[in-house]
C-alpha cells in the first residue's frame, strides 16, 4: 500500500479547454486524457474545427477513445455542470498561486484559456484565489505551450491518485 494519501483512490478529474485555437494542441490533450482516463470538456468558440486532420493527427488513433463534452460558453458549462468553487483551477501564466500549492480533490475541474490569451475576464472575475501557474525562472520565456502546459499540470493534480 502506498503512503499517498489518494492512492488507491479513483480520480474524477476533468481537463477543460476555454476556446482553444490550435488543434494539435487539443488532439494532444485529448491523448493524455485517454491515458488517464479523464474527460475533455471544450467550451466554444474553437480555432479550428475538430473535424481537422490535425486534431487526429495529434490524437492519433486515441481520438476515438476520448470522453468528449462540448459547452457553447463558459455559461453553458457553468449552468449544466454546476462546479463546486473548490472544484476550479483556473490556469494562468499569473496566476495568484503555484501549481504544487492545492491539495486537488478527485473531482477536479482544470481549466486553461486560449493559447494566446489565456481565460477570458468572465472565467477570471472574482477566482484569483482559485487561479494557479506553473513555475518558469526563465526570463526569456513569457508562456508554455498550452499541451504541455496542461499535462503537467494534470499530473501533478493526480500526483496522489497514480500508481
Not at 7 to 24: H, N, Q, S, T, W
Not at 107 to 126: H, N
Request: aromatic share 10%; net charge neutral.
Amino acid at each position: 500500500m502506498s503512503d499517498h494519501p489518494g492512492a488507491g483512490r479513483r480520480a474524477d478529474m476533468k481537463l477543460v479547454l476555454v476556446a482553444p485555437e490550435i488543434p494539435g494542441n487539443t488532439g494532444t490533450l485529448g491523448r493524455t486524457c485517454v491515458a488517464l482516463d479523464l474527460e475533455l470538456i471544450l467550451i466554444k468558440p474553437y480555432g479550428f474545427d475538430l473535424s481537422e486532420k490535425s486534431v487526429r493527427r495529434a490524437g492519433l488513433d486515441y481520438w476515438r477513445h476520448v470522453r468528449l463534452s462540448e459547452y457553447d460558453d463558459w455559461a453553458a458549462f457553468q449552468a449544466t455542470r454546476a462546479p463546486r468553487r473548490d472544484q476550479l483551477f483556473l490556469f494562468e501564466d499569473n496566476g495568484a498561486q503555484s501549481f504544487y500549492a492545492p491539495d486537488y480533490p478527485s473531482d477536479a475541474y482544470l481549466v486553461f484559456g486560449q493559447e494566446t490569451r489565456g481565460l477570458p475576464p468572465e472565467v477570471l472575475t472574482g477566482m484569483n484565489d482559485r487561479s494557479f501557474h506553473l513555475p518558469m525562472h526563465s526570463s526569456h520565456i513569457r508562456s508554455l505551450n498550452l499541451a504541455n502546459a496542461a499535462t503537467a499540470a494534470v499530473y501533478q493534480a493526480m500526483r496522489t491518485y497514480l500508481r
